[in-house]
Nanobody, 120 residues
């Protein structure tokens, strides 16, 4: 099993910045897609950004403000969030697609979520 530990959430003012990190641990042989999702109260969970060997992808509302990156050697994925808006307020979840020593196929693993609140 893969365990994902997220950190970096908190309360910031509009226009502020936060950097989320997600560290994956366990018997991981390989990772492919890594990404961040978010869910605001009363809304469905949505993809914020993901990253693969082929590039990155962002939801339109965060393009130009958020940057996803990863450190493959450490199985860590980051989300740098700049120019934060109140609409960015949500619980942010890390997701990693990984090949482990327990299964012979890639599976999705989710973090517990970290709260991001943007308010003045």
């Amino acid at each position: 099993q893969v365990q994902l530990v997220e950190s970096g959430g908190g309360l910031v003012q509009p226009g502020g910045s936060l950097r989320l990190s997600c560290s994956a641990s366990g018997r991981i042989f390989s990772t492919s897609a890594m990404g961040w999702y978010r869910q605001a109260p009363g809304k469905q969970r949505e993809l914020v950004a993901d990253i693969t060997s082929g590039g990155t992808n962002y939801v339109d509302s965060v393009k130009g403000r958020f940057t996803i990156s990863r450190d493959n050697s450490k199985n860590v994925v980051y989300l740098q969030m700049n120019s934060l808006k109140p609409d960015d307020t949500a619980v942010y979840y890390c997701k990693v697609k990984a090949l482990t020593g327990y299964y012979s196929t890639y599976l999705d693993y989710w973090g517990q979520g970290t709260q991001v609140t943007v308010s003045s």
